[in-house]
């Protein structure tokens, strides 16, 4: 049998399949049936900032920088200070119910709160935090700088007040995605996650009103976090986990083989069900077995740009291909 154990953030896990933060896991029972069903991992449902501000001037204030302006709206109709203890419970629940690493999530948009709430964490037992930095950089009044100066004093005031692994979530809206990469990684980040699916509008033309877009996934997405992982993974001083667009085994193999330690799923368990991990796990084995590959470990990061025979010319390469079809 393959060997898909991987190594993610100081982590061990079974396999480099991750449940990514989703309504799937905001329950111990839905946990159990990830971890029933062979993930890896999984990364609980995501507590937004707005669940714990008890200042709506403050979040007002920030709201030029949220991404899901959706749970803006919702908290502020029904009252702000909701959730905080009950998240707690559920990380402490989860890590009793399973042997998988559990990792608690955090949507941020502001430096303010996170500190001592990720303490909090820690301390009910969480493997690790992602924090996953909903900034949209939307308003013209303020510049790149800014956004990434905030990107940066979030992580450095969690990381100062756990042990515990950071992951942090992003998305690819930056001057320069590899520098900021890099900054994310020296500042103490202990992985990567690319990239963040802001939240999706459309526009109904006959009601002449914005509605929401189509919420999930689709496989052509994989291309840009295929992309930046192949780009960055050996690169920087930590672990890249890819999200988006990974709707089977091929989209998992296809992100190992670009330098990815783990791989999240989600839009594909809404379409198929929880038990389609075991299906998807079951086809990366199949794989492996065809290509001799023994464990991950013997093709993870093969077709990254670091372990290019031309690592030069891979970037200019893939765009040439594209345009005139060099083989």
Not at 30 to 37: I, K, Y
Not at 154 to 163: Q, Y
Not at 220 to 233: D, G, H, P, T, V
Not at 240 to 246: D, I, K
């Amino acid at each position: 049998m393959a060997d898909l154990t991987t190594n993610y953030m100081g982590l061990t896990l079974r396999n480099p399949l991750v449940v990514a933060s989703c309504s799937l896991v905001n329950s111990v029972e839905g946990v159990q049936r990830c971890a029933d069903a062979g993930a890896g991992a999984v990364v609980l449902k995501s507590l937004f900032e707005e669940q714990i501000e008890a200042d709506t001037k403050e979040i007002e204030r920030h709201v030029w920088l949220a991404g899901h302006t959706e749970a803006y709206d919702y908290v502020r109709q029904i009252g702000i200070e909701t959730g905080q203890q009950d998240y707690l419970d559920l990380i402490k629940r989860a890590k009793e119910a399973v042997s998988i690493p559990v990792v608690a999530s955090l949507n941020c948009i502001t430096p303010r709160w996170w500190t001592d709430y990720a303490k909090k964490m820690e301390e009910v037992g969480a493997d690790a935090i992602e924090l996953n930095i909903s900034v949209l950089p939307s308003d013209p009044r303020h510049s790149g700088d800014d956004i990434e100066k905030l990107y940066y004093n979030i992580l450095e005031g969690v990381k100062k007040s756990v042990k515990i692994p950071i992951a942090v979530k992003i998305g690819p809206y930056f001057t320069s995605m590899a520098s900021v990469a890099w900054e994310l990684c020296d500042r103490g980040a202990a992985a990567l996650v690319l990239f963040n699916r802001f939240y999706q509008v459309d526009i109904n033309v006959d009601k002449l009103s914005v509605v929401p877009g189509y919420r999930f996934s689709a496989p052509e997405e994989i291309n840009l976090s295929l992309r930046w992982i192949s780009l960055l993974a050996g690169r920087i001083k930590c672990d890249l986990a890819a999200t988006t667009g990974v709707h089977d085994a091929n989209g998992v193999i296809k992100q190992l083989l670009a330098g990815a330690s783990a791989v999240q799923v989600c839009s594909t368990l809404y379409m198929h069900g929880i038990g389609h991990i075991a299906h998807i796990l079951s086809n990366v084995e199949q794989w492996m077995k065809q290509h001799h590959f023994e464990s991950i470990t013997q093709f993870g990061g093969k077709l990254s740009q670091k372990d290019s025979d031309r690592p030069e010319l891979y970037e200019r390469l893939q765009y040439i291909k594209a345009l005139v079809g060099i083989e």
